[in-house]
T-cell receptor
Framework: QKEVEQNSGPLSVPEGAIASLNCTYS??????FFWYRQYSGKSPELIMF????GDKEDGRFTAQLNKASQYVSLLIRDSQPSDSATYLC?????????FGTGTSLTVIP | NAGVMQNPRHLVRRRGQEARLRCSPM?????VYWYRQLPEEGLKFMVY????????ESGMPKERFSAEFPKEGPSILRIQQVVRGDSAAYFC????????????FGPGTRLTVL
């Protein structure tokens, strides 16, 4: 049974702080990892993807992957109120993409 | 530069009717995935298709649900004899080359079964 686990939150951070979102997965055969942002009532929007161990930075976002420990994280620097959303972690195995249930983030002005 | 398109955006059906959901992938994308999202739950994989082929339908219920992606036209997810438990948001995503490649989601179809 392949599982993707996320802390459902809610996670609250003050504006300008760093938000840290974590995700663990059950199968070492996983191939690629994705972070999506989903606003209430909207569709998921791709933020970042990462394939290799280490860090990948894109603007205010940094994805971190540790395959040995089977976790992937997303850091959001200088958090803004517009970052308030649910963040979904997705892991690719073979043909399928498995999604966590998401972490709800609220950035407090 | 159209993204993934889905229609209708909202669909209301009575129990026992059929629901047909359409998805047009991004230009240049030939891989389509369908997901279902229940309130307060995560996205659940249903089916993965390429043009004229079903690659993986392991996430789709064996009865009443079917999907296709014809050579011409959009991908269609069909739900026959809908029940109240089918009420959910159904999202389509497309990618350029399938595995390893990021998916881009359409706006979804919100199905309500009365």
């Amino acid at each position: 049974q392949k599982e993707v686990e996320q802390n459902s939150g809610p996670l609250s951070v003050p504006e300008g702080a760093i938000a840290s979102l974590n995700c663990t997965y059950s199968d070492r055969g996983s191939q690629s990892f994705f972070w999506y942002r989903q606003y209430s009532g909207k569709s998921p929007e791709l933020i970042m993807f990462i394939y290799s161990n280490g860090d990948k930075e894109d603007g205010r976002f940094t994805a971190q992957l540790n395959k040995a420990s089977q976790y992937v994280s997303l850091l959001i620097r200088d958090s803004q109120p517009s970052d308030s959303a649910t963040y979904l972690c997705a892991v690719n195995w073979g043909n399928q993409f498995y999604f966590g249930t998401g972490t709800s983030l609220t950035v407090i002005p | 530069n159209a993204g993934v398109m889905q229609n209708p955006r909202h669909l209301v059906r009575r129990r026992g009717q059929e629901a047909r959901l359409r998805c047009s992938p991004m230009k240049g994308h030939s891989h389509v995935y369908w997901y279902r999202q229940l309130p307060e739950e995560g996205l659940k994989f249903m089916v993965y298709l390429q043009k004229e082929n079903i690659i993986d339908e392991s996430g789709m219920p064996k009865e009443r649900f079917s999907a296709e992606f014809p050579k011409e036209g959009p991908s269609i997810l069909r739900i026959q004899q809908v029940v109240r438990g089918d009420s959910a948001a159904y999202f389509c995503a497309s990618s350029h080359t399938g595995s390893y490649n990021e998916q881009f989601f359409g706006p979804g179809t919100r199905l309500t079964v009365l």
